[in-house]
């Protein structure tokens, strides 16, 4: 063999080797978009939403169909929040209200919802999740247990009074960006139900 012919064997080969991974990596991106939409069309069921932007905007989001439960949960979060921490009487009313709203202990939701009460979720996760929630709060699906706009503004009403106000003084009281925080929640989730 010719060092010519050596060093053409050796392109060939590259070639051929960057070839197969192109491949492979065609063949995984298929894969994870057929998961993906596998993924999508779940949450739709479970959901009762049917638009595709609305569920890529869930999946965007890091919902997945055992996550999506939490859905109807991200206002309250987002209240206990608040002021910059999450107090132990709120986080109580979060886990009792995800039990009653079939979060399981030791779920996938529940990991979810464990890490967002430690760490604050990214604010996409609340300013998007607005439009969704109210979606799937006009829908019948079984994922909203029968929870309607006037319930969820009810919880995070109490999620703000279980916080105790302004370095825990005022027992009960709101804080002012409570306040402010739980007028927006309102005003959203009404004027989306008409």
């Known amino acids: 063999m010719t060092e010519h012919d050596a060093f053409a064997e050796r392109g060939r080969s590259i070639e051929e080797e960057y070839f197969r991974r192109k ?17 999508r069309d779940e949450m739709g069921q479970r959901t009762g939403l049917h638009d595709p932007a609305m569920l890529q905007d869930l999946q965007e989001l ?12 991200v206002p309250v979060l987002e209240v206990a929040w608040a002021e910059g ?10 886990v009792a209200l995800a039990r009653s709203r079939g979060i399981a202990d030791g779920s996938a ?9 430690a ?15 109210a979606a799937l709060l006009t829908s019948d699906a079984p994922a909203t ?16 009074a279980a916080s105790g106000g302004f370095l825990g003084l005022r027992l009960g009281s709101v804080s002012p ?13 009404e004027t989306r139900q008409r």
């Open 23 to 39: 491949d492979r990596e065609l063949v995984e991106r298929l894969r994870q978009a057929d998961a993906a939409g596998h993924a």
């Open 62 to 73: 890091g919902f997945t169909p055992d996550t999506v439960g939490l859905l109807p949960l």
């Open 85 to 94: 921490g999450i107090t132990a009487a709120e986080r109580a009313l979060v």
């Open 109 to 117: 939701a529940d990991r979810q919802l464990t890490e967002w009460l």
């Open 119 to 133: 760490v604050r979720p990214e604010p996409a996760v609340f300013t998007r999740a607005g439009r969704l929630i």
């Open 145 to 160: 247990l029968g929870l309607k706009a006037g319930d969820l503004v009810a919880y995070c009403e109490r999620i703000a």
């Open 177 to 189: 960006e409570e306040r402010s925080l739980l007028a927006r929640i309102a005003s959203d989730l």
